[in-house]
């Protein structure tokens, strides 16, 4: 009987699948709800999440500020076009604005941070945890959760709201460099129909996403790190899983937020 | 055969472990009385690490109990458990140096932590006192840990080990990849440690010259379970053939040569 064979394996194979993806949930909520539990109590490193604001926040100043750059001025000459169709290429500083502070600075600069930090929060405690340096800070009296965890997610948290209002800034000038150079709009009047249209709402809504995206990020990369196989593969894996989780998580969450923040 | 002192200061009862469907302890009983020092070897793979890894709390046993003073710690959590980790220090096989630190950071780490922590200049003249006795010069100090060979890591990470002088330690390998002399040098410290502060040692290692010159009891760890537990002026003579065959290097014998 080799289909019935073949059937029963396929069937093994989707029931082994769907146990593995609830082990990893369960895994993943225990260790988010330690995670967070570590941030709120005592002690805190100061110096470490001092480190973290540094690397996470202000070494990923280049990145974000040349996505949104360059993401603001495509932005301007698409709007552009399409605005033609309805004769309305007015709106293109007011819809560059609104695009890029309440979608594409905090998505697209969360995404890019996630490239970056993800991996190499991944990268780093996996290396310690395959060099038994995660081990050795327990046998010194160190809890990993609070020396190595809670300052990244804390750092992260904190450090996306800015990195994208600095990216919201720069993006809005990317499309005013474009609008202002290529299609012909008056600068004055592009600054004015910017700032005119934007709402308190679509820069509070979209820094509230990039604090979760950031939460997401050095969320993936800790527990991706943190529990990454043995040898040199584990941590390649890590690494890799912790990009694409979070990258995933962003999108799904970017969702959900933006219904929440609709319906509100 | 009363009194406090018969109260070994560390107990494995019966500890059981596996990763898997790879059992690799299977029924360890162990006793380590106060200020002794003990010696386990054994067979790389045998479960060496990971005994003293269950002790520490670091692998949860399957089964057995782990005692401390004759007190179970195995659900030890919160401040208790951290009372308990303050009393440990630990050499791990591969050093497990931090590499995000210099050298004086990492010996001094527990130092600068908590609510009497000591200042940086302290902890950093303690730290070279620390590397002294483990035969490395101040200069060393300032380096970072991926500035060191295998060797000078080890050595490194026996102090820190050492540095806040706890009660229980555990030296996993101290002188492999370490020259002869070098070797001596941390026999002779660990060898101190036990005699002078009191300590309760437990040391892997495969170098006969280290049992010698470090052990007051050895065991020996084969197939899971404590093969042979005795002096170390009975190891010559055990009239163990699995320990005859181990402590001469002898090819054949109970022990299989492929593993
Ligand atoms: N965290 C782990 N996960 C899976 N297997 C492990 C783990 N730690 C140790 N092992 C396995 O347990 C066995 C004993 O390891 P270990 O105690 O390190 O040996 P040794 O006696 O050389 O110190 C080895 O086969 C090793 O592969
Ligand atoms: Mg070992």
């Keep these: 009987m080799p289909i019935l064979l073949a059937f029963q394996s396929f069937l093994a194979a989707i029931g082994a699948a769907v146990l593995g993806l609830c082990a990893t949930t369960g ?46 001025a495509a932005l301007a000459l698409q709007i552009y076009t399409g605005g033609a169709r309805f004769n309305a290429e007015a709106v293109v500083p007011s819809i560059v604005a609104i695009g890029m502070v309440r979608e594409l600075g905090p998505v697209l600069g969360g995404l890019m941070v996630a490239g970056r930090v993800s991996a190499s929060i991944a990268a780093e405690l996996g290396t ?17 959760y609070k020396y190595l965890v ?18 919201d800034i720069i993006g809005i000038m990317g499309g005013y460099v474009v609008g202002t ?43 991706q790190g943190y529990h990454s196989g043995r040898g040199a593969q584990g941590v390649g894996r890590a690494t890799t899983n912790a990009v694409v989780s979070a990258s995933i998580l962003i999108l799904a969450s970017n969702y959900i937020l933006n219904e929440m923040f609709f319906a509100s | 055969m009363t009194g406090v002192t018969d109260i070994p200061r560390i107990e494995m009862r019966g500890v059981k472990k596996a990763f898997g469907s790879k059992r690799v302890l299977e029924g360890v ?13 054994g067979g790389s793979g045998t ?12 692998i949860e046993p399957d089964e057995g109990d782990i005692l401390i003073d004759g007190k179970s710690i195995l659900g030890a959590r919160g401040s208790s458990r951290d009372a308990l980790l303050s009393r440990f220090g630990m050499l791990f096989q591969g050093g497990a140096l931090f590499d995000s630190m210099p050298v004086w950071r ?24 620390k590397l002294r006795r483990c035969g490395l010069g101040p200069e ?84 899971g379970c404590v093969q042979w537990h005795g002096p170390v002026s009975d190891v010559e003579n055990s009239g163990e053939p699995h320990m005859d065959q181990f402590i001469h290097g002898r090819e054949d014998g109970p022990i299989e040569a492929v593993r």
């Design chain 1, 27 to 72: 895994s993943l909520a225990i260790f988010t709800g330690a995670s967070v539990m570590h941030v709120f109590r005592p002690p805190w490193y100061p110096a470490e999440i001092g480190r973290q604001l540094l690397r996470i926040g202000y070494f990923s100043l280049p990145v974000v500020g040349l996505t949104a750059f360059f993401t603001g």
């Design chain 1, 128 to 144: 310690m945890r395959v060099t038994e340096q995660i081990d050795a800070l327990t046998t010194l009296s160190t809890n990993p």
């Design chain 1, 150 to 167: 809670a300052p990244r997610l804390m750092a992260a948290t904190l450090a996306m709201p800015v990195l994208a209002f600095v990216g």
């Design chain 1, 181 to 223: 150079a290529r299609l012909g709009f008056n600068p004055g009047a592009y600054i004015n129909n910017t700032w005119n249209f934007l709402t308190f709402e679509d820069i509070s809504s979209g820094l509230v996403k990039a604090a979760v995206f950031g939460f997401i990020i050095a969320l993936m990369g800790c527990y």
């Design chain 2, 29 to 41: 009983d162990l006793t380590v009385a106060k200020g002794e020092s003990l010696v386990i070897i």
């Design chain 2, 47 to 58: 479960g060496k690490s990971v005994s003293i890894k269950t002790i520490i709390g670091l």
């Design chain 2, 106 to 129: 990492n010996i001094s780490f527990r130092l600068l932590q908590g609510r009497n922590r000591l200042s940086a200049d302290d902890a950093r003249d303690l730290a070279i006192e």
């Design chain 2, 140 to 223: 060393t100090a300032d380096l970072f840990p991926a500035e060191l060979s295998g060797g000078m890591q080890k050595r490194v990470g026996l102090a820190r080990a050492i540095a806040a002088e706890p009660e229980i330690m555990f030296f996993d390998e101290p002188t492999a990849g370490l020259d002869p002399i070098m070797a001596t040098v941390i026999n002779q410290l660990i060898r101190q440690v036990v005699s002078e502060m009191g300590a309760t040692a437990i040391t892997i290692t495969h170098d006969m010259r280290s049992v010698v010159e470090i052990a007051d009891q050895v065991a020996m760890i084969h197939q």
